[in-house]
């Protein structure tokens, strides 16, 4: 059986990375599987252990960038439990595609934590093409204060003191979220998404399809081992 083509699109909340990804699958007329990071995060990981709940320390725990000002800037540190999921995230990917399954998947290739390098190589021998979207940082931030003027946060399953706690650590991870993402400058193809809309993307993510991507297996050269393996 051939196998199934993957797409990882990479970026930070706001970089476009889902909306692409939903598009590019919908307007295929081939079949795509449509899997992501906030899906991964928001349903298949358990809510108390990640970021926003009580057993965060086993799982994705928000932790200053700097011992000495705990108010400041925070970072991701992955427990046993955060290490665990994202490799099982991986390898649900590969399983796709040794199944015969194309899938494209938003994701955040941070290198700290490993999660680049768990991925490289748990996909090793399938066919993948890397993408990143990554729009100026200025840009993002009022992207994405524009968006929370829209949304507001939903309160639906949260105290407006919980929504109001999770907006401020947000904001305190966003800085170290853009540098933790974009600290990789190997992809087979980089877009800024402030000069292309959705179906540019797509249209740019199509036409790279046509060549065999490359970047994964330079990546397998500049990382020769995961720390997760």
Known sequence: MMAGQIIIVNGTSGSGKSTACELFAKRSS????????????????????????????????????????PDGPLRWHLGEWGVRGFQAFHEWIASASRSG?????????????????DCIWRLEGL????????PPYEALMERLAQREIGN????SNYSSEQVER????????RPWFYEAVYANDCCDLEI???????????????????????????LRQRFPYSPWR
């Open 30 to 69: 081939e079949f795509w599987l449509l899997h992501g990071i906030d899906h991964f995060l928001g349903s298949s990981f358990p809510r108390k252990f990640s970021h926003h709940g009580d057993l965060a320390e086993q799982g994705i725990v928000a932790r200053p960038l700097d011992r000495d000002d």
């Open 101 to 117: 399954c194309n899938i494209i998947v938003d994701h955040l290739m941070m290198v700290d934590p490993p999660l680049l390098q």
């Open 127 to 134: 066919p993948v093409l890397f993408v990143t979207l990554k």
């Open 152 to 155: 507001r946060f939903s309160t």
């Open 166 to 173: 999770s907006r401020q650590r947000l904001e305190r991870l």
């Open 192 to 218: 800024d998404t402030t000069q292309h809309e959705p179906e540019a993307v797509c249209d740019l993510i199509e036409q790279r399809r046509k060549r065999e991507g490359d970047a994964f297996k330079e």
